[in-house]
T-cell receptor
Framework: DGGITQSPKYLFRKEGQNVTLSCEQN?????MYWYRQDPGQGLRLIYY???????QKGDIAEGYSVSREKKESFPLTVTSAQKNPTAFYLC??????????????FGPGTRLLVL | DQQVKQNSPSLSVQEGRISILNCDYT??????FLWYKKYPAEGPTFLIS?????DKNEDGRFTVFLNKSAKHLSLHIVPSQPGDSAVYFC???????????FGTGTRLLVSP
């Protein structure tokens, strides 16, 4: 049963703390993405990766970092430099491989709250 | 600079009637368009897509229409069901790039 898993479902961050959100997919997709959703807003792209060991900044990358050491995994770290981290974080994946008309599929999301 | 706009934050429809959700875009390079459905505290679910070489695509109760000259697309749901109540996002893509650009969403409420 293929899909995208994100953990944890809820995450609490203290001031000055870095936290890491997990994203795993078993769809054999090359491309993976991280989005942030704030109330009343659309999804905004934080980082994306088209292939292992490669990633690019999206529209709102400041205060975040990623790694892509394995095809299946694309963890997102929210650093202490991110001053407004409270949001709903969504991971997505797609086939990639230069396909033009491709669809991104989303995980269930992680809600990050600041204590 | 909001390249994809969903100007109606909410829409209420009675069960069995048609729901029409609208989306406008400004970037003439966009050539692939998608609709996603999202329940609270869940990830978006892909519904239907259309490429710029078409003006209509149907999948069951869902039909997407694309008017390239007006830079406008719409999603029709017929007949609407209470389970369709969710937030609907349109997203657009320039196929030369990997990035999807999302609208702000329209909350659909289908009442029995």
């Amino acid at each position: 049963d293929g899909g995208i898993t994100q953990s944890p479902k809820y995450l609490f961050r203290k001031e000055g703390q870095n936290v890491t959100l997990s994203c795993e997919q078993n769809l054999n997709h090359d491309a993976m993405y991280w989005y942030r959703q704030d109330p009343g807003q659309g999804l905004r792209l934080i980082y994306y990766s088209q292939i292992v060991n490669d990633f690019q900044k999206g529209d709102i990358a400041e205060g975040y970092s990623v790694s892509r050491e394995k095809k299946e995994s694309f963890p997102l770290t929210v650093t202490s430099a991110q001053k407004n981290p409270t949001a709903f974080y969504l991971c997505a994946s797609s086939l990639g491989r230069g396909l033009a008309l491709e669809t991104q599929y989303f995980g269930p999301g992680t809600r990050l709250l600041v204590l | 600079d909001q390249q994809v706009k969903q100007n109606s934050p909410s829409l209420s429809v009675q069960e069995g009637r048609i729901s029409i959700l609208n989306c406008d875009y400004t970037n003439s390079m966009f050539d692939y368009f998608l609709w996603y459905k999202k329940y609270p505290a869940e990830g978006p679910t892909f519904l239907i897509s259309i490429s710029s070489i078409k003006d209509k695509n149907e999948d069951g109760r869902f039909t997407v229409f694309l008017n390239k000259s007006a830079k406008h697309l719409s999603l029709h749901i017929v007949p609407s069901q209470p389970g369709d109540s969710a937030v609907y996002f349109c997203a657009s893509k320039d196929t030369g790039f990997q990035k999807l650009v999302f609208g702000t969403g329209t909350r659909l409420l289908v009442s029995p």
